[in-house]
């Protein structure tokens, strides 16, 4: 049975949980990573096609679609930081798409990244999802409440 709990983190701020049969994505990711590309020594590449040419659009009941672009954006980290290339465009969408749009934790993105032996730290994941999260337009309703200066 699925069932999602909440719960008070530190600062009142409340996080919802999945439990049950499934797992937490960030645990999902995590999970099939450490077991697809780590432990058969594959290329993120080759699990990306595996995914992808899944039949159906779910990937062991997510939305393969989606996964498909979390596992995109980890490449596109990985191919920056092997290449030890300064920080991009390229780079920070993707570490801002994992961060703010599929909403995993820093330490989540930071350990997905330490099983490929990249390391970036939780700092620089929270600074860059923090520039492109001001860069952002704020929306008409904010604006109109605060008269456009916060």
């Known amino acids: 049975m699925k069932q999602i709990v909440s719960y008070k983190m530190d600062g009142s701020l409340s996080a ?3 439990v049950g049969e499934n797992k937490t994505y960030d645990q999902f990711v ?3 990573i450490r ?3 780590i432990s058969q020594n594959k290329p993120i590449i080759q699990h990306y096609n ?14 393969k679609f989606l996964y498909g672009k979390v596992l995109e954006a980890i490449g596109v980290i990985l191919d920056y930081k092997r290449q ?11 570490i801002t798409f994992l961060h703010q749009d599929i909403k995993l934790a ?3 993105i930071q350990n997905i990244l330490n099983l ?4 970036i730290g939780i700092a620089k994941i929270l600074d860059i999802s923090a520039e492109a999260f001001a860069e952002k337009q704020q929306p008409t309703w904010l604006q109109n409440v605060y008269g456009g200066v916060i």
Do not use: W
């Open 16 to 18: 919802q949980v999945l």
């Open 116 to 119: 490929f032996k990249v390391e």
């Open 35 to 37: 077991e697809n590309i």
């Open 106 to 108: 820093p330490n989540t």
């Open 84 to 94: 030890h290339k300064r920080n991009g465009i390229e780079l920070k969408t993707a």
């Open 30 to 32: 995590i999970d099939d």
């Open 50 to 63: 595996i995914v992808m040419t899944s039949v159906g659009t779910k990937y062991q009941g997510r939305n």
